[in-house]
């Protein structure tokens, strides 16, 4: 028998037995009876699987087109690989004390392509674009397919495919292709809403409503917009799911609602085509001026300057702030466009002229630009200096000053964490006067709040975001903590930000102009094997650095991993009983990984963890939980600063020794080669280099001395 016609053979037998289970051994969720849905019975048949490749375990490895279209039975142990996660985590049910739950996609979408996965037990520490293997038991739980994961392995990231445009009649509860879309990432057309508040089956509202077609549109993932009777709906995109008895679908957050024309009293607001000229921001933002436009005009907007670089506002738009040049009240707003416009970047100090629509979202002023043209560079706007107390939530300028580049003087910090009574952290703090200090552009001291931290000022652009005034500082020289030297702020090209958690900690480093290592460092990082797309990560490796002249007790400190946009740090390695020597190393590495004649000192499980090579972030905590160091490469997005750049296939980020060290003189044979890692100023873009060759050291390497020097 060829080695084909044997798998086939096997993986018949073991799908009759799979297919006994539901009637000896059926698993159910919280003790409740489990539905299962028909699928067509025309389908069944083995044969149409093709080849069956079965695991160790006993998993069945096949795709989610299999799964969704009947090919395999229900109770099966199965294995999907490469497949896509297409929206955030969320709670299964109340009763889940973590977010268990997401929806995953082949990457060639279409029908049958999609399926919700229930981690149980288990915190799902995925995000929208990682590409995972998952394993489990496929399952109808009351009439919805699903995967009851038992292991999730994230590889990598990947596009997601594009939505499908589908006809909300056909894909409602009981249409013709609800069945062959259920899972999948879908879009809607031109509709109406037209039942603004469908009760659930507890006779309650639930957010729930119904669109053109009859399709109801659920709510599992949080937003904002309100559904009213008429709102026309230029697009909705979102998961099909069925829950409670009814096909739903579920937009993923206020992105995938994109609102045409608003019912409001009857009349609709949607504005009309005509550009209105003259205007400027004052006229847009002062409700009481004679030029005030109506919400949803057109609107064009010259010779104004940008104050806040670009930055993602969503996962569709950029955002950047703009202001009249003679500034004051009223002169500034937020400006939105959509990322494959081909507009931008723009800079701080760019002149630009603007075309667009005004909008208010939720209670945000704003340009939604069809058209920017830059005109002219380097024009400096100053910052109006305002009591704290007066622009922030409630305050009685908090309204003029929407939008604007501000400065507040002579405050300190009293909340390192305004959010910390619902047990949340936005890596926010709060100052003087109540007003808080946001995070949407990148600077170093969110990831070292501490109460009681004085400022001579904080310099930033005020915008109105989650039912809060807050200020937004732009980059480190926004910000003078007490007795330290800034420059003015002035025109600054700060590249395009991300808006991502970073990391907070209690660690006392502030924003001074810190050179040299005060502690042990991470200073190399290998991410996965090449060749391996990922996969095996055989190879990856963290290298940690001692660069005091003194040893250093490692009792109780941990080396942890988050993926780039992950929430959740992860256990590389304990270190338990160990010290490190003064310009000593410690490697911990993959159990499986291959690095010639240096062995780790610690091992972690490579079937676990992958260091992705596209980002991710290291950090070291000591005992107290506080961070030691913290390192981001890629998108990583809790960087000390700005992330370095990935590692190339083979190669490594590592931590240089002195201000002046290049990637020729950390390699080996090079000028640095055996000077340390000492260089530390806080900002991984700036204290890191590349190899092209990884060279990890271990324990029993000979020391190296760091050279580093205030």
């Not at 009814?246 to 085509?273: A, K």
């Not at 990856?540 to 959740?568: C, H, M, R």
Request: aromatic share 8%.
């Amino acid at each position: 028998m060829n080695k084909g016609n044997l798998f086939k053979f096997l993986g018949f037998l073991f799908l009759i037995v799979a297919s006994l289970v539901p009637y000896y051994c059926g698993t159910t969720r919280d003790n409740e009876a489990s539905h299962v849905k028909p699928k067509d019975a025309s389908i069944m048949d083995v044969s149409g699987v093709g080849d069956v490749e079965i695991t160790d375990g006993g998993y069945i490895v096949t795709t989610i087109y299999n799964i969704q279209n009947g090919s395999i039975p229900e109770n099966s142990l199965i294995e999907v690989r490469d497949v896509v996660v297409t929206s955030p985590t969320f709670k299964s049910s109340s009763k889940s004390t973590d977010n268990d739950s997401f929806f995953v996609i082949e990457k060639e979408g279409g029908k049958y392509s999609g399926i919700y996965v229930f981690f149980k037990n288990n915190k799902a520490d995925v995000a929208i674009g990682d590409l995972v293997d998952i394993r489990g038991t496929y399952m109808e739980y009351f009439n919805n397919s699903q995967i009851v994961a038992t292991e999730v392995i994230k590889k990598g990231t990947s596009p997601l495919p594009a939505p499908v445009d589908v006809d909300p009649a056909k894909v409602k509860t009981g249409g013709e292709e609800s069945e062959s879309y259920e899972g999948v990432l879908v879009r809607i057309l031109n509709v109406d809403v037209t039942n603004d508040s469908v009760l659930g089956t507890d006779g309650k509202p639930h957010g729930d409503f119904e669109v053109t077609g009859g399709l109801i549109v659920g709510k599992i993932f949080p937003r904002n917009y309100r559904a009213k009777n008429g709102d026309h709906l230029e697009s909705v995109i979102g998961i099909l799911n069925y829950s409670f008895d009814q096909m739903r679908l579920q937009p993923r957050d206020d992105n995938d609602i994109i609102v045409g024309s608003i019912t409001d009293g009857g009349m609709d607001v949607s504005g009309d085509t005509s550009v209105t000229t003259g205007l400027t921001i004052y006229d847009i933002q002062d409700v009481n001026s004679p030029k005030h436009p109506s919400e949803n005009s057109t609107v064009r907007i010259e010779n104004v300057v940008v104050t806040g670089g670009q930055f993602n506002a969503s996962k569709n738009l950029y955002g950047i702030f703009v202001q009249e040049k003679n500034g004051g009240p009223y002169s500034g707003i937020l400006v939105v466009y959509n990322q494959t416009s081909g507009l931008g970047p723009f800079a701080i100090g760019d002149v630009v002229t603007i075309e667009g629509t005004y909008k208010e979202y939720y209670d945000m002023s704003e340009i939604v630009a069809t058209n920017i043209t830059k005109t002219d560079s380097g024009y400096k706007i100053e910052p109006a200096v305002v009591d704290p107390a007066s622009v922030a939530t409630g305050g009685p300028d908090s309204e003029k000053y929407e939008g604007v580049l501000i400065k507040v003087e002579n405050v300190e910090v009293i909340s390192a964490n305004p959010d910390e009574s619902m047990e949340k952290d936005y890596k926010e703090f709060m100052i003087t006067g109540n007003l808080r200090v946001n995070d949407k552009y990148s600077y170093s001291y969110t990831a070292h709040r501490r109460v009681g931290d004085k400022f001579d000022y904080i310099i930033g652009i005020l915008d109105y975001d989650f039912s809060n005034f807050k200020l937004n500082p732009r980059s480190d020289d926004d910000l003078a903590l007490a007795g330290s030297v800034k420059p003015d702020a002035g025109p600054e090209d700060t590249g395009i930000q991300d808006t991502g958690d970073q990391d907070a900690s209690t660690s006392d480093t502030g924003a001074s102009a810190k050179r040299c290592a005060n502690n042990v460092v991470i200073s190399q990082v290998k991410t996965s094997g090449p060749g391996d797309g990922g996969v095996n990560h055989q190879d990856e490796f963290i290298e940690i650095y001692n660069p005091l002249t003194t040893d250093v007790d490692l009792n109780g400190f941990k080396l942890q991993y988050k993926s780039a946009t992950g929430t959740t740090w992860k256990d590389l390695a304990v270190f338990s009983g160990k010290t490190i020597g003064a310009g000593k190393f410690l490697l911990v590495a993959s159990d499986a990984a291959q690095l010639g004649n240096v062995t780790p000192d610690i091992t972690y499980s490579s079937s676990q963890l992958g260091l992705a090579v596209s980002g991710g972030n290291v950090r070291i905590i000591d005992a107290s939980s506080n961070v030691v160091d913290r390192v981001a490469w890629g998108n990583g997005d809790s960087p000390e600063g700005k992330p370095v750049a990935p590692p190339v296939t083979g190669g490594s980020i590592i931590r240089k020794a002195r201000a002046d060290s290049t990637a020729e003189s950390m390699k080996s044979g090079g000028a640095d080669e055996k000077s340390g890692h000492g260089y530390d100023t806080d900002n991984n873009a700036s204290d890191f280099v590349l190899l092209d060759v990884a060279e990890p050291n271990n324990s029993a390497s000979d020391p190296e001395p760091s050279v580093c020097v205030e």
